[in-house]
């Protein structure tokens, strides 16, 4: 499975940025998706996780309540809107599709990431 992410940019703090991940096919397997980002000399972290059914989502705290993450599993596609940007969410995004189903955020859990796409947000 190829990842695709793309909807990264430069923007300024306060704006929004939409992330779209679509993957080259389906999986065997209905898994859940997450987005992780990763601010260089410093460890990936988790950003956003959803489950398969897009039932149960997960936000870290430092981007609760301003980033909201979606599936269209009808087109293999998973979303990370961004909103109220802020300096510190500047990093490089990846999409990352679990060996599971249900939520998790462990990213040993994750069997497939796409490349990457940068958002850099200027104060």
């Known amino acids: 499975v190829q990842l695709q992410a793309s909807g990264g940019g430069l923007v300024r703090a306060g704006d929004s940025l939409r992330l779209s991940c679509t993957a080259s096919?389906?999986?065997?397997?209905?898994?859940?998706m997450s987005w992780f980002r990763q601010v260089s000399g410093r460890e990936r972290e988790i950003v956003a996780a959803?489950?398969?059914?897009?039932?149960?989502?997960y936000y870290s705290d430092s981007v609760k309540g301003r980033f909201t993450i979606s599936r269209d599993n009808a087109k293999n596609t998973l979303y990370l809107q961004m909103d109220g940007l802020k300096p510190e969410d500047t990093a490089v995004y990846y999409c990352a599709v679990s060996k599971w189903s249900a939520l998790t955020t462990s990213s040993g859990d994750y069997l497939y990431w796409g490349r990457g796409t940068q958002v850099t947000v200027s104060s």
């Open positions: 096919r389906r999986t065997s397997s209905n898994n859940g």
């Open positions: 959803i489950n398969w059914r897009a039932g149960s989502t």
